[in-house]
């Protein structure tokens, strides 16, 4: 098997969102237009006609080459149709061209040199009741309390709302952040991708809201945000729970993103999610980079 380090102005996007899309391991961060926008500029480990890929979102200080997963990117690593082997793994890992990395690598990318990560996952294609009834009693508890205060979910809310809300609950968030959020919003909605409902109070104001990634057949959280009245109304907990409700009996999974952070992940295992991990690769910088990068 032969593989190649593609820069950027040489990858055949085309050829590398069909492999995308027709991998067994799916993941809708990998696609083109979304390495983009979080890394500019980013370049590719690929085999002959993009059987097995691999991007590779480098960075530069001082001139410096090194990988580091981008904001809002839970996963990359190698992506395929085929069965991607412990071989192929280990033939990617030796042709990274750099010396310093961090990446992500898929569910699907397991070998002996990775970190294992918690990601929860939930099935959807159980009677909503049959999935509902796995709840924890912490969790039903809280959608009767969201119920209770009057919380209004809407399926489908704009960009400019959601991003309003973020900026008020994260006031010392940078531009760039924001820009980059609003950037990966209006393409995914534009591709039909990306949607986000929000949980309004009896005033009409949006107190919550949550973006869902429609990336073959999962459906990712991305951008979850709650002011302090949703958290005492427990917004997000119903948000959820409309999510499920509307997908039930169909052959989507939620993905939750995590977390490693035992209170979230808490919350995830409350909506019956499971564990279906994902993995660290890390190679340490030279001493002479050590502080520097």
Same mark, same amino acid.
């Given at each position: 098997?032969?593989?190649?380090?593609?820069?950027?102005?040489?990858?055949?996007?085309?050829? !590398?969102?069909?492999?995308?899309?027709?991998?067994?391991?799916?993941?809708?961060?990998?696609?083109? !237009?979304?390495?983009?926008?979080?890394?500019?500029? !980013?370049?590719?480990?690929?085999?002959?006609?993009?059987?097995?890929?691999?991007?590779?979102?480098?960075?530069?200080?001082?001139?410096?080459?090194?990988?580091?997963?981008?904001?809002?990117?839970?996963?990359?690593?190698?992506?395929?149709?085929?069965?991607?082997?412990?071989?192929?793994?280990?033939?990617?890992?030796?042709?990274?061209?750099?010396?310093?990395?961090?990446?992500?690598?898929?569910?699907?990318?397991?070998?002996?040199?990775?970190?294992?990560?918690?990601?929860?996952?939930?099935?959807?294609?159980?009677?909503?009741?049959?999935?509902?009834?796995?709840?924890?009693?912490?969790?039903?508890?809280?959608?009767?309390?969201?119920?209770?205060?009057?919380?209004?979910?809407?399926?489908?809310?704009?960009?400019?709302?959601?991003?309003?809300?973020?900026?008020?609950?994260?006031?010392?968030?940078?531009?760039?952040?924001?820009?980059?959020?609003?950037?990966?919003?209006?393409? *995914?909605?534009?591709?039909?991708?990306?949607?986000?409902?929000?949980?309004?109070?009896?005033?009409?104001?949006?107190?919550?809201?949550?973006?869902?990634?429609?990336? *073959?057949?999962?459906?990712?959280?991305?951008?979850?945000?709650?002011?302090?009245?949703?958290?005492?109304?427990?917004?997000?907990?119903?948000?959820?729970?409309?999510?499920?409700?509307?997908?039930?009996?169909?052959?989507?999974?939620?993905?939750?993103? *995590?977390?490693?952070?035992? *209170?979230?992940?808490?919350?995830?295992?409350?909506?019956?999610?499971?564990?279906?991990?994902?993995?660290?690769?890390?190679?340490?910088?030279?001493?002479?980079?050590?502080?520097?990068?």
């Amino acid at each position: 098997m032969q593989i190649q380090h593609l820069q950027h102005k040489h990858i055949d996007f085309r050829k !590398w969102d069909d492999t995308i899309l027709s991998s067994a391991n799916h993941l809708g961060y990998a696609y083109s !237009w979304y390495l983009d926008i979080v890394s500019p500029g !980013w370049e590719a480990l690929v085999t002959d006609d993009y059987e097995f890929i691999m991007p590779l979102p480098v960075k530069r200080k001082y001139k410096i080459p090194y990988l580091v997963q981008p904001v809002l990117t839970q996963q990359l690593g190698i992506f395929s149709k085929n069965e991607i082997s412990d071989e192929v793994i280990q033939l990617f890992i030796k042709n990274i061209p750099y010396y310093s990395y961090e990446l992500n690598m898929n569910e699907r990318n397991f070998n002996a040199e990775v970190t294992k990560l918690p990601n929860y996952v939930l099935k959807l294609n159980d009677p909503y009741e049959n999935i509902q009834h796995k709840y924890s009693k912490n969790t039903v508890r809280n959608i009767e309390k969201a119920q209770k205060n009057n919380v209004r979910i809407v399926d489908k809310i704009e960009i400019e709302e959601f991003i309003s809300l973020f900026s008020q609950v994260n006031p010392n968030a940078i531009a760039v952040i924001k820009s980059t959020y609003r950037a990966i919003l209006t393409t *995914g909605t534009k591709n039909k991708m990306i949607t986000i409902s929000g949980a309004y109070n009896t005033k009409d104001e949006l107190i919550a809201g949550i973006c869902h990634f429609f990336t *073959g057949k999962r459906i990712v959280c991305l951008l979850p945000v709650s002011n302090a009245e949703a958290k005492k109304n427990s917004a997000m907990f119903l948000l959820i729970d409309s999510l499920i409700r509307t997908f039930a009996e169909t052959d989507r999974i939620v993905d939750f993103e *995590g977390s490693q952070i035992e *209170g979230i992940a808490r919350f995830y295992r409350g909506f019956g999610a499971a564990d279906q991990p994902y993995y660290l690769l890390k190679k340490f910088r030279p001493n002479f980079l050590v502080g520097r990068i």
